[in-house]
Structure formats: C-alpha cells, structure tokens
C-alpha cells in the first residue's frame, strides 16, 4: 500500500515527519482493519470438497453428493442469509420413483454445542470453516466417508425420524421399508419394515397417511412385496431422472 495514494502530494510535503509518521500510521491500521472479503459459492464448494473428498458438487449448485447403491447422500451448503450458509447432511432415496421431485430422507441442519443451527460466515468461511465439517462429519446420521451398509443406512434414517428431526415422516419411513427388502436376513428384513410401519402410523396423522401413501395398507402391500429387480429398475429410473449418472458411487 503507498501513501501516496490516499494522500494529496503538496500536503504531504508540507508536513513534518511526525505528523507523516501518525498518518502512515493511521492509514495502516485502517487498512488493516478493512471489512474482509466475503467467500464465493464456488470458493467455499470447493473447500468443503477437499474435506469431503468423496463427495462432487451436484449440477453447479450448493450440493456435493455421493451414491451408495440405492441411495445419495451428501451435504447442501444451503444460502440461510445473506452473509452466511448453514451446512446441512442430506439423504436421498432412489427406489421411490414415482415422484418427479427429488424427496430429502434425511435433512439434518447440524446443531452447534450450544443447541444451535451451525452457520457460517461468508466473510468468515476461511478461518471457520474446517470447524463445521468436523461437525457435520462427527453429527451426520450416516459417516460420509467409506463404503456404508444398507443396514447402516437404514439406521441413521430410524434415528432420524426416533428423534423428531423431521415434520413429515412418510417418506423417510417409505424409505426404510423400501431399504428394508434389500437386507439379507429375513428376520431383519420384517424387523426394519414393522419398525417403519409403526413409526408412520405413530407420527404422521392418519388423514396425511393415507393421502400420501395413496391407500395405507395398499402401501404396505406393494413395499412389503418388492422385488430386486423391481427395485433395480427404480434405481435406474431415478439415476436417470434426476441426472445422477456423473455423481461417483461407493
């Protein structure tokens, strides 16, 4: 920086070395107490992608996601404010393709120590912003690391819904029932499918149930009922419908 800049020339030369040495001096510290530059979206995409490093950014926007067999998980650097984002873990579910909107399963805003939405800075994101991928890292219902088991899935998405993290459930329970028929043991095929059943029935109103379920016991027919190749063909569906073909796979 020169002071010359910020300064007519004619009085500069006028002033004593002492008055130029407090106006240097003021003019440093107000430069360097300047209000710091605010990272972009494309900057903060990418460092959060060094941490995650499994994870690519989804259709140019605020999501990094990954594939694992029938489902998509990830995280969303979601605009909460104008001057800050608020990171967020995600979960998709590819054998439900009968809708034309891709249904979260799981989306986990990520609470602080203090019970908190963790949000961060713009302006801040650099100096911050390592500290809340560890969060999400250590928080997440599923690890975002590594290869993951359906039964493992299946378990961060109860979990979910156990704990009122979600409004409506029908879907994250939709999921797990749909999950459920992938597991090997039959014992805890039926025990994973009962658990959604009951969970459905208990935390979404009846009226709500059987509206979004396009007939409740039907519902429950037709999952408890799917097929591998039923499913496999739903996964391939979705893949294609939401373009997932470039997301990587584990």
Request: charged letters at 30%.
């Amino acid at each position: 920086m020169h002071i010359d800049d910020h300064i007519s020339s004619n009085l500069w030369i006028d002033m004593d070395d002492d008055k130029k040495r407090k106006l240097s001096k003021d003019i440093i510290d107000a430069f360097n107490k300047r209000k710091p530059i605010a990272a972009t979206l494309t900057k903060v995409i990418a460092d959060w992608q060094v941490y995650f490093f499994e994870l690519k950014r989804y259709k140019s926007g605020q999501k990094l996601l990954k594939r694992i067999g029938p489902v998509v998980i990830g995280v969303e650097l979601e605009k909460f404010l104008s001057y800050e984002y608020r990171p967020r873990f995600v979960l998709y579910n590819l054998i439900n393709s009968r809708s034309n909107t891709l249904i979260t399963i799981i989306d986990q805003v990520i609470k602080d120590e203090r019970g908190l939405d963790a949000t961060v800075e713009y302006a801040k994101h650099s100096d911050t912003y390592l500290r809340s991928c560890e969060l999400l890292n250590k928080k997440s219902q599923v690890t975002l690391f590594g290869k993951v088991t359906v039964e493992n899935i299946i378990k961060g998405i109860l979990s979910f819904v156990e704990n009122d993290m979600y409004g409506n459930c029908f879907w994250s329970c939709d999921a797990v029932m749909q999950l459920s028929r992938l597991l090997n043991e039959e014992h805890k095929r039926e025990e994973y499918f009962d658990k959604a059943v009951e969970l459905a029935r208990q935390k979404v109103p009846s009226a709500i149930l059987e509206t979004c379920s396009l007939g409740t016991e039907k519902w429950i027919n037709d999952n408890r009922s799917l097929t591998i190749n039923e499913i496999n063909s739903r996964i391939s569906d979705s893949i294609r419908k939401f373009n997932f073909d470039d997301i990587p796979e584990y």
